[in-house]
């Protein structure tokens, strides 16, 4: 099983996408963003919300190559801006932890 680390690095997303994500990132607010995002309260641990996170981008991402009408790509940037957003933090804590 991959940690958490290397499943990040490995996501493949086209660039405009992840762009716009890096943007949208930097406007992350954790408490307003995330409950909208996953519809429940959010989790305590930047490791937990990141993999909750990440399955519902792999849903999106599934609906994008299908060419599905029910793709958004607002929705599909907010999910990886607050995954970028995610994984930002739970390493800033790691490195004041440490």
Request: one cysteine or more; a positive charge; glycine letters at 4%.
């Amino acid at each position: 099983m991959q940690d958490l680390q290397s499943v990040l690095c490995a996501l493949r997303r086209p660039r405009l996408l992840v762009r716009a994500a890096r943007y949208g990132a930097a406007d992350y607010q954790r408490e307003a963003h995330l409950p909208r995002l996953l519809g429940t309260p959010y989790p305590e641990r930047h490791g937990a919300a990141l993999l909750r996170l990440m399955e519902l981008e792999d849903g999106i991402e599934s609906s994008r190559r299908a060419r599905a009408s029910s793709y958004s790509a607002t929705r599909h940037v907010e999910v990886l801006a607050a995954i970028i957003a995610e994984d930002r933090l739970r390493e800033a804590q790691r490195h004041t932890s440490a």
